[in-house]
């Protein structure tokens, strides 16, 4: 069994469902934090499934453009900034929405300019794209300035992301309210570090870790946005209801 | 990424929570309603929520802090850039 396919394909289709179902969430409510988060998740599944390609298929320059683009640089940013939209409801977020899109069509166009100088002949599907990719892309120093742009985008992704979950388990633990959230909350922000770690330990040359740590980024993300957004109960419903309004009294 | 909660229930509670409001209108059957809307809140006395999950998000909060220094480190050149 070859792991190297395993692993991200079946991220791929965790995500998959994930991303369905939160695009569907966003079509039935039409609230700004469904499309973010259902953009971002694609975009995490669209670089699994890449992986999956490169190990199953072997290589291909457009693949390669999907798996760095939308897996290494974007995808964290844009789950995060839903995360955000949801957290704060203020003009401002505006403003950061703006930012996240420019920065995304800049990342865009430096990414194209890499493309042309990529080096796949030392490429293998034996390997994981993550010990190869160094490889494959120039240096820094030689025009590769995309890769200059991943560390902000995942300070971002994993500030909002993580520091949104985590934000909420403690405002629901602290009242004592919605375990189901708490609990939810946590696996999320539990997902989110593994893939944050996974990835740090893949920019530190350990890129065996990444397939692994996306399959538990997707499986906890997923059982902590299913367990989070349980639909409540008529007395859970009552009780916020009450809660709010004692709150605004 | 949190579920999806609408702000409503999102800013919820207070020591409030839960309870029927009080006065006038309040039913001679509230204090069912009160009991019914218990399942939704957390038991004081629980040893996750009160001992395991707070240590558990202390753990992840430094762990992200963590991160994003590297994270910021890289940015800065003093992780050596691979």
Redesign the interface.
């Known amino acids: 069994m070859n792991a190297n396919l395993i692993l991200p394909f079946l991220s791929s289709v965790v995500m998959l469902v994930f991303t369905l179902l939160v695009f569907q969430?966003w079509l039935a409510?039409r609230k700004p934090h469904?499309l973010f988060?259902s953009i971002g998740l694609g975009m995490f599944g669209a670089g699994s499934f890449a992986e999956a390609y490169f190990a199953g298929v072997g290589w291909s320059p457009a693949i390669f453009f999907v798996w760095y683009f939308f897996g290494a640089v974007l995808n964290a940013a844009w789950?995060?900034h839903?995360?955000l939209m949801?957290?704060f409801?203020r003009r401002w977020t505006a403003i950061v929405t703006g930012l996240l899109i420019l920065g995304s069509l800049v990342a865009l166009f430096l990414m194209l300019q890499v493309m042309p100088r990529l080096d796949a002949s030392g490429f293998t599907a034996e390997l994981p794209i993550s010990e190869q990719y160094?490889e494959i892309m120039p240096p820094?120093s030689d025009g590769a300035v995309i890769?200059?742009t991943t560390?902000?985008f995942?300070?971002y992704g994993?500030?909002t992301?993580?520091?949104?979950?985590?934000w909420?388990?403690?405002?629901?633990?602290r009242?004592?309210?919605?375990?189901n959230?708490?609990?939810?909350?946590?696996l999320?922000?539990?997902g989110?570090?593994s893939i944050?770690?996974a990835s740090?330990l893949t920019?530190?040359?350990f890129g065996g870790y990444l397939y692994l740590g996306e399959l538990v980024a997707a499986l906890l993300?997923f059982a902590?946005?299913l367990?989070?957004?349980?639909p409540?109960?008529e007395?859970?419903?009552?009780?916020?209801?009450?809660?709010?309004?004692?709150?605004a009294a | 990424m949190r579920g999806d909660p609408d702000r409503s229930e999102a800013t919820g509670s207070g020591p409030e929570a839960g309870r029927a409001p009080a006065g006038p209108s309040r039913s001679p059957y509230s204090w069912l309603r009160s009991k019914k809307a218990s399942g939704s809140r957390i038991s004081s006395g629980s040893p996750l929520y009160t001992r395991v999950l707070p240590i558990l998000i202390l753990a992840m909060g430094v762990l992200t802090v963590g991160l994003i220094l590297f994270a910021a480190g890289v940015i800065l050149g003093i992780v050596p850039f691979r």
């Open positions: 969430r409510r469904f988060w789950i995060g839903g995360t949801l957290l409801r160094r820094v890769r200059l560390p902000f995942n300070i994993l500030l992301l993580v520091g949104g979950a985590l909420s388990a403690w405002l629901f633990l009242k004592l309210v919605l375990p959230r708490v609990v939810g909350n946590v999320i922000a539990a989110a570090l944050g770690l740090t920019r530190l040359g993300m902590g946005f367990m989070a957004a349980a409540s109960t007395a859970e419903r009552s009780e916020a209801t009450a809660s709010s309004v004692s709150a």
